[in-house]
């Protein structure tokens, strides 16, 4: 039986749902905004700070640790790493925590490496085809139809980079999860049945 | 119900296993060394040269037919690429003939990318912790301890370098297939019954 299951996915393909469902079918916890509300009100940091901290990130943590080049700010005790950074730490300790109290799925935000080595966890990535995607992002999300591929593909790619930056690894990368899916190729609901039987077997 | 499976795999990671035991509860052909076999039955090649092709490949496909800088000899019709670009070729037209043919399992030789748009066909990627690999390869397939991790990182390096030269896309990236799974979380026969329960859904 698995407890803590992690969700990273790519834009539009529905990785959220599937979290969500599969949190409902197995009793769990699920942290998505919910996190972001509990990062926010531990650290004084705005909602919109937090979510979209991801998309802007260039070079590397220890780059930027050795060069000090971004400092933005010091909420944290007065130490000298930049917003992002401090952000990451408070966020990586509330992580932790949350999943040393309670069986949980967290979708996003590096939990995957955060919580890679926690027993009894299970790392998902969901993508999914570009067609599916788009047409998920402009009927669900409210996405433009005009240029849904372009924003589809810059956010990933954003996601991409933040993960490189923190985890010094793939985002998408088949060895860094237990187990990825397509969700094009079978479907939300059958993700949510596959991922329900490995977690509970 | 998918009629066609491909399986790439990490060295070690037991997916031949997982292949073979699959296409056995699916009753369907499974293909693997077979493959080998009947790629040098049709072309002359020896069985030792197209089950190494992969291990030795630098550049890429366009670069070796813009510059023909490795002619190594003219098995098929006297043209001019380099003879495992020849080989690739007709292995290629072998998969899609057993694809279009008959129900099967299809292991390695970059039979995803092959096959990648047939309808009724299923992707996977297997991959494994080192040390479960290690253990593997040295008590099932008789590899040297000392220097095992070694010897497995080479050749999933070359594998790497295999597929992103025919395919110019990433080895293990997930999304090439529609499901990847480490079999160190699961075990062997977890991973077939995952499997077979998508095939058969």
Redesign the interface.
Known sequence: MKKIITISR?CGSGGRQIGKKLAEKLGYSYYDKELIDRVSKESGLAKEFIEEQGEHITGSLLFNIASNMTYAGQVFGGNMLPLQDQLFVVQSDIIREIANKENCVIVGRCADFILKDYPDS?HV?I?GDMACKAKRAVNEYGFAPGDVEKTLRKRDKARANHYKYYTDS?W????N??????SS??GID?CVN?LY??VT?
Chains 1, 2 share one sequence.
């Open positions: 790519e299970l990535f993508h793939e998408g990368k088949a060895q999860y237990d187990m990825t899916l397509n190729t079978f059958a596959v039987d490995v077997k």
